[in-house]
């Protein structure tokens, strides 16, 4: 079946626009999952959403960055006034539920730099 | 808070031979621990998971070891082929509240 998708898989923006990026997870999982990753790091947490709320959006580093997932299936997330340091790879990855020892999913990441 | 450490950030190993791959993590309330493989430009790849409760998984060429006492797991594969030449993450998690690793970048010499 279908593996989780990203779109776009590479952006290139001016410091202070504002961005969207977009998840499509794995059909019938519940759980949706941002990270972000810099380079010669591994993923850090941003944000989970269990069906069409965020139960946990401690990573998110400031309040330009946003995520929603209105259907309970495909998510956004919005970065406002983007800055340089924004630049990284964004990571989405679902997995059927968050509750138990549940393998998580990743898509294949959008590449984000701000000039 | 690096919760999860890979303190080697490459290895180098030839065709054939064994590849050890080490993690270790200080949160003990983590009970699901993974490993993720990660080519260029490609998101992390599931690889071999263990649950807390075990000690070893096994799965083909690839396993993990857990040491629960000394808070430290391990890949083992064997053995190693050019194509296992990647980036390899170490996970833990605690309610699918997930921790990574910096990655260890392995090279299977041909």
């Known amino acids: 079946g279908a593996g989780v998708s990203q779109t776009p898989s590479n952006k290139v923006t001016e410091k202070g626009k504002y961005v969207e990026l977009r998840c499509d997870p794995i059909s019938g999982h519940t759980a949706l999952y941002w990270y972000r990753q810099s380079l010669g790091q591994g993923p850090e947490f941003l944000i989970y959403f269990q069906g069409t709320g965020a139960a946990d959006d401690s990573g998110l580093p400031n309040d330009r960055f946003f995520a929603v997932r209105p259907e309970g299936s495909v998510s956004t997330l919005k970065i406002q006034r983007t800055e340089r340091g924004d630049s990284a790879v964004y990571l989405c990855?679902?997995?059927?539920?968050?509750?138990?020892?549940?393998?998580?999913?990743f898509g294949p990441g959008t590449r984000l730099l701000v000039l | 808070d690096q919760q999860v450490k890979q303190n080697s950030p490459s290895l180098s190993v030839q065709e054939g031979r064994i590849s050890i791959l080490n993690c270790d993590y200080t949160n003990s309330m983590f009970d699901y621990f993974l490993w993720y493989k990660k080519y260029p430009a490609e998101g992390p790849t599931f690889l071999i998971s263990i649950s807390s409760i075990k000690d070893k998984n096994e799965d083909g060429r690839f396993t993990v070891f857990l040491n629960k006492s000394a808070k430290h797991l391990s890949l083992h594969i064997v053995p190693s082929q050019p194509g296992d030449s990647a980036v390899y993450f170490c996970a833990a998690s605690y309610n699918n509240d997930m921790r990574f690793g910096a990655g260890t970048r392995l090279t299977v010499k041909p």
């Open positions: 990855a679902s997995s059927l539920s968050r509750t138990g020892q549940e393998t998580q999913y």
